[in-house]
């Protein structure tokens, strides 16, 4: 199977709580992290959590790690029509570094009015 | 800071035409990255360098692609000849040298298609 894996579409409705699932198998990252890809653009850092760390909050963003089941999830409160986007989980190298990121295939969140 | 400048933003090119896509990475970053993202097959990693110095090119699809650093400022992509199943967003992405915080800063993308 694939090394990060992640649900392909998520919808929910304005205001509710989105929550996107990843699980990934190489239990050795440093960190994990969530990237966003907004419509037309690049991708960009949202959030991290480093892998000695459960939780992460950061404002509407909730990061949960479960590193005995491989699990990452995100939580997105109060989903608002901007956070429509594709949000990749992706796994650190276990050093660190620049070089050793392993991306998701990404999560289409789709908001409904 | 201006950002990763990528060019041209889309690029439309029948088959069998060759195809350069440049990249000017973030002043002071030591790494560089080449992705294309497909509908079928997510974001791939064509190939990174660091200190202008190709490191891992084992996501080149094929001896088609080609991909040069010559200075720290400028690469290229480059596709001979094009084929249909080329089309894509290629994105480029650069990153500050190993040992920090990792996070790689996207450019807007080049949409290729290939018709």
């Known amino acids: 199977g694939e090394d990060v894996e992640q649900s392909l579409f998520l919808s929910v409705r304005e205001g509710d709580s989105s929550v996107i699932n990843c699980t990934y198998t190489d239990s050795s990252s440093t960190y994990l992290y969530w990237y966003k890809q907004e419509p037309g653009a690049g991708l960009q850092l949202l959030t991290y959590i480093f892998s000695n760390m459960d939780m992460k909050q950061d404002q509407r963003l909730t990061v949960l790690l479960n590193k005995k089941d491989k699990h990452l999830s995100l939580r997105i409160a109060d989903t608002q029509t901007g956070d429509s986007a594709i949000y990749f989980c992706?796994?650190?190298?276990?050093?660190?570094?620049?070089?050793?990121?392993?991306f998701g295939k990404g999560t289409h969140l789709i908001i409904q009015p | 800071d201006a950002g990763v400048i990528q060019s041209p933003r889309h690029e439309v090119t029948e088959m069998g035409q060759e195809v350069t896509l440049r990249c000017k990475p973030i002043?002071?970053?030591?790494?560089l990255f080449w992705y294309r993202q497909t509908m079928m097959r997510g974001l791939e990693l064509l190939i990174y360098?660091?200190?202008?110095?190709?490191?891992?090119d084992s996501g080149m699809p094929e001896d088609r692609f080609s991909a040069k650093m010559p200075n720290a400022s400028f690469s290229t992509l480059k596709i001979q000849p094009s084929e249909p199943r080329d089309s894509a967003v290629y994105f480029c992405?650069?990153?500050?040298?190993?040992?920090?915080?990792?996070?790689?800063?996207f450019g807007p993308g080049t949409r290729l298609t290939v018709t």
């Open positions: 992706v796994r650190g190298a276990p050093g660190g570094g620049a070089d050793g990121l392993t």
């Open positions: 992405a650069s990153s500050p040298r190993q040992g920090r915080l990792y996070e790689q800063y």
């Open positions: 360098f660091n200190n202008n110095v190709p490191i891992d």
């Open positions: 002043s002071g970053h030591d790494y």
